[in-house]
């Protein structure tokens, strides 16, 4: 399991096959098959990279229960 160090690796590798924002649950799944769960860090930068709002992340990994935060 990759350490959270190289969330910058992880996400490039994630959205050279899912850029759109229509992916973003399918991004959030890679994200979680990676490390167990969605890092904060992790989360932070994939708002600031596909420019979508960190709360509208947030609130799609908590409504659905396949996702974890921690």
Avoid at 17 to 25: I, T
Avoid at 35 to 57: F, Q, W
């Amino acid at each position: 399991m990759p350490t959270v160090s190289n969330v910058d690796n992880v996400l490039s590798d994630i959205l050279g096959r899912y850029s759109s924002r229509q992916y973003l649950m399918r991004i959030l799944q890679e994200i979680q098959s990676v490390y167990g769960y969605l890092p904060r860090e992790a989360l932070e930068k994939l708002s600031n990279i596909m420019r979508i709002p960190l709360s509208d992340i947030i609130n799609v990994a908590t409504f659905y229960h396949q996702y974890k935060l921690e």
